[in-house]
């Protein structure tokens, strides 16, 4: 699935513009204001693979249908179908739409968060420091003060790489070289302002990876959110997501939503972690590069047709 994000004055300018970029069967999948508080932003999606199947009057047939074809796990599809068959809906869409509503909450990450800290945790690989630059992003468009902190000393080019964003949106960026260390990097900081840390990815299979992410949650007083890349094992993502459940993480937020065209193990982790939504990444660039979900949005992605 293709997705990309449009800004322009109006609504219907930024409809028009989507048509003529993604084609007429473009889905919406969120729309508000832009983040840089001119305009609107839309999202898109599009699916240029042949629709060679039938279609199916009854919301359920096409749901499940819709859920396999995601790899979404037999216990998950029931749990899900249950719901929509107490909806008595018949779009399928809005059927779902409302399954997900019972089933999950949304909660999006503020463009200025400053109630605490915001903390980035996940496997390697998700994408966590890049997340870290599109919310730093996103608040200084705000106007927001943000300060960025990274306790990743052990990957190569990790402090690097964030380095080269903050520059750019010329913020602090403050590195951690122990768990010891976050207390006073956070006394450092002034108050009211928005703050954003990177962290090593944890292998989950590693009991002192494990160790050092729970120190690191505890001492910084900040809240943790798990990052998760579209796209994985269901199997894997569940159980994964139950390990960042108990460390603390109460939302969840996707990345790579570009790179894949099965979403089953993000509805795979969010369950087991009994997590919330929060936002999607759907492009490795940095501006415009977060969008917040809700039960409809996270519907037309599943049945974009």
């Not at 999006?108 to 998700?126: F, H, Q, W």
């Not at 996103?138 to 990743?152: F, L, N, S």
């Not at 139950?242 to 099965?262: E, P, S, Y």
């Amino acid at each position: 699935m293709r997705m990309r994000s449009f800004i322009a004055a109006s609504v219907p300018e930024a409809m028009d513009i989507v048509r003529r970029e993604m084609g007429d069967d473009a889905v919406i999948i969120s729309q508000g204001p832009s983040p840089n508080g001119k305009g609107v932003q839309i999202t898109a999606a599009s699916d240029n693979a042949p629709q060679n199947e039938p279609v199916y009057q009854n919301p359920v047939d096409v749901i499940g249908e819709a859920l396999d074809k995601h790899s979404t796990p037999r216990k998950l599809q029931d749990k899900i179908l249950t719901l929509v068959e107490r909806l008595e809906l018949d779009d399928p869409v809005m059927a779902l739409a409302g399954a997900f509503d019972s089933l999950f909450k949304f909660n999006p990450i503020a463009n200025n968060p400053k109630d605490k800290p915001l903390l980035l945790m996940g496997v390697p690989g998700v994408g966590k420091t890049v997340t870290v630059a599109k919310l730093a992003s996103r608040a200084v468009m705000e106007g927001a003060k943000t300060i960025c902190i990274t306790t990743d000393a052990e990957r190569a080019g990790a402090v690097e790489q964030l380095e080269a964003f903050t520059r750019i949106l010329k913020i602090d960026l403050l590195q951690v070289k122990k768990p010891a260390e976050i207390k006073d990097a956070l006394a450092a900081c002034p108050t009211d302002i928005s703050i954003f840390i990177d962290t090593a990815g944890v292998n989950v299979l590693r009991p002192e990876d494990l160790d050092n992410i729970k120190q690191i949650v505890s001492l910084s007083g900040a809240e943790p959110v798990f990052v998760y890349a579209a796209g994985g094992d269901a199997a894997d993502a569940a159980e994964i997501g139950t390990i960042f459940k108990d460390i603390g993480a109460k939302r969840i937020l996707i990345t790579r939503m570009d790179m894949t065209r099965r979403y089953g193990s993000i509805l795979a982790a969010a369950d087991a972690g009994q997590f919330q939504f929060c936002n999607v990444s759907i492009t490795p660039h940095i501006a415009n590069g977060l969008s917040s979900i809700n039960p409809l949005s996270l519907a037309r992605i599943f049945l974009p047709i």
